[in-house]
């Protein structure tokens, strides 16, 4: 079975605080994503990256910066947290022909 | 912008049918997809169609596209108390990026 786990559950941070998201995943998949999931929003892309070291904008990139420099693990940077950035967020991976996503479990961030 | 809308919540009896309906607006989209989230779980794959198909069928599940409405629904049959979950339609688009609804609360009532 695909396997994408991310690294914590439940998250408190300060505002100001530098976050950390870490996603793994065990397939190999050339694709990876970050979306934030608000109530009424539905899933909102942040950042993909289809290979090593490359990395695309989504919808919603402000504040937030992504690293990628192993094929299987893709992070989420939040600079300097703020209130506005708490919420769930999810990683997903996919492979390159992109059949299917395959989400980790969220972590839950709340920013006080 | 393009968007992907779907109503937020519906509430049916056990043993009902649910009717999930969607609507998107990229006419470009290669694959259209209905994810299921279950309490505290990320998002799982339940069923895809392909642009060029109008309907499949899959157990208790049969997805409708609509291309020239740019509509995709999803029935479930028998509707479970188990079925009670958050619904997403999302649509595929430029090889790399995938466009989601807000996502519909299916309530299911004994």
């Known amino acids: 079975d695909v396997k994408v786990t991310q690294s914590s559950r439940y998250l408190v941070k300060r505002t100001g605080e530098k976050v950390f998201l870490e996603c793994v995943q065990d397939?190999?998949?050339?694709?990876m994503f970050w979306y934030r999931q608000d109530p009424g929003l539905g899933l909102r892309l942040i950042y993909f990256s289809y290979d090593v070291k490359m990395k695309e904008k989504g919808d919603i990139p402000e504040g937030y910066s992504v690293s990628r420099e192993k094929k299987e693990r893709f992070s989420l940077i939040l600079e300097s947290a703020s209130t506005n950035q708490t919420s769930m967020y999810l990683c997903a991976s996919s492979p390159i022909s992109y059949f299917e996503a395959f989400f980790g479990q969220g972590t839950r961030l709340t920013v006080v | 912008g393009e968007d992907v809308e779907q109503s937020l919540f519906l509430s049916v009896r056990e043993g009902d049918s649910s009717v999930i309906n969607c609507t998107y607006t990229?006419?470009?989209?290669?694959?259209l997809y209905w994810y299921k989230q279950e309490p505290g779980a990320g998002l799982q794959l339940l069923t895809y169609i392909f642009s060029n198909m109008d309907m499949k069928q899959d157990q208790r599940l049969t997805v409708l596209l609509n291309k020239k409405d740019k509509h995709l629904s999803l029935r479930i049959a028998d509707t479970q108390t188990g079925d009670s979950a958050i619904y997403f339609c999302?649509?595929?688009?430029?090889?790399?990026?995938?466009?989601f609804g807000a996502g519909t609360r299916l309530t299911v009532k004994p």
């Open positions: 990229d006419s470009s989209s290669t694959y």
């Open positions: 999302a649509e595929a688009y430029n090889n790399n990026d995938m466009r």
């Open positions: 397939m190999d998949h050339e694709n």
